[in-house]
Nanobody
Framework: QVQLVESGGGLVQPGGSLTLSCAASGSDVTIYTMGWYRQAPGKQREKVAL???????IYADSVNGRFTISRDNAKNTVSLQMNNLEPEDTAVYYC??????????????WGRGTQVTVDS
């Protein structure tokens, strides 16, 4: 059974920093692209950052230059370093990963989310 578990959310003042982490667990898994999405109240879920298995990264324009995504393939983890946070970054952040279990079909998995609140 594959699980993604996020950690690291919380309350931070504008201009502050937070680091989110996500660990994928499961047997006989091959993990491809990993990423972070977020959903603010009343808004659709949006892509924040993606990282391929070879560490090619893509960022949303709104976070480019402020957020950094990284992964540790040996530990099956992905992290999101968030700097210079703005109130508009307030949202529930979700970890996402494309995972193949043994020879099964590639499937997208999601974590349960972690709340990030940017407020003075």
């Amino acid at each position: 059974q594959v699980q993604l578990v996020e950690s690291g959310g919380g309350l931070v003042q504008p201009g502050g920093s937070l680091t989110l982490s996500c660990a994928a667990s499961g047997s006989d898994v091959t993990i491809y692209t990993m990423g972070w999405y977020r959903q603010a109240p009343g808004k659709q879920r949006e892509k924040v950052a993606l990282i391929s298995s070879t560490s090619i990264t893509i960022y949303a324009d709104s976070v480019n230059g402020r957020f950094t995504i990284s992964r540790d393939n040996a530990k099956n983890t992905v992290s999101l370093q968030m700097n210079n946070l703005e109130p508009e970054d307030t949202a529930v952040y979700y970890c996402n990963a494309d995972i193949r279990v043994t020879t099964a079909t590639l499937k997208a998995y999601w974590g349960r989310g972690t709340q990030v609140t940017v407020d003075s």
